[in-house]
């Protein structure tokens, strides 16, 4: 029997931190949703190919909370007002929208001989995630994307709701395997 006595989730505890490092930086944090993680709450509309991007910054949603279970916050998505609601281990990446710096959450893994508990899913393997047993490497990729990104706050023509027009972006996080 170990005695090494378990402990809670980092997960939580590193995107509360990466958001902070984001936000004090000047900078508008993005998440990165696995969308078929059971208790994802987002518009299915935005969900592509399993995934959705999710702007978190303070002028693009309300009431946002980050607890040690899920992230919780109302956006608008296409001028409609939406609940969201994250389950923290559904979050796979949080990053700077401007420069793609940021970070991949690392899936949570059971310590031998214990009893499963939340870390135990069936779906933490790498296979079972996506990425088909292979490290994750995020980088920044030159070229705009489309600017109807969730959680973007509503379509005004490109006003963040400060007066003054949100510049196009030049790069994106993509997923290299």
């Known amino acids: 029997m170990n005695d090494v006595p378990r402990m809670t989730s980092h997960r939580p505890y590193l995107l509360r931190a990466l958001y902070e490092w984001i936000v004090d930086n000047g ?19 935005t969900v592509k190919e399993g995934r959705v ?34 389950p923290v281990e559904a979050v796979l990446a949080i990053y700077a929208r401007e420069t793609g710096q940021g970070m991949a959450l690392p899936e949570e ?9 939340e870390a135990a899913e069936s779906d933490a393997t790498p296979e079972a995630s996506g990425t088909g047993g292979h ?6 990729v030159p070229g705009g994307i489309d600017d109807d990104e969730p959680g973007e706050g509503d379509d005004d023509g490109g006003d963040d709701g400060d007066g003054s027009p949100v510049p196009k972006r030049g790069a994106h996080l993509r997923v290299v395997k």
């Open 53 to 86: 991007v999710l702007n978190v910054a303070e002028r693009a949603v309300a009431r946002l909370q980050m607890d040690n279970d899920a992230v919780a916050f109302t956006a608008r998505f296409g001028g409609v007002s939406h609940p969201v609601l994250v």
């Open 27 to 45: 900078m508008t944090p993005h998440l990165l949703v696995d969308a078929t993680r059971a208790g994802v709450r987002v518009p299915p509309h």
């Open 109 to 117: 893994h059971a310590a031998p001989g214990s009893d499963g508990g």
């Open 135 to 140: 490290e994750v490497v995020l980088g920044v």
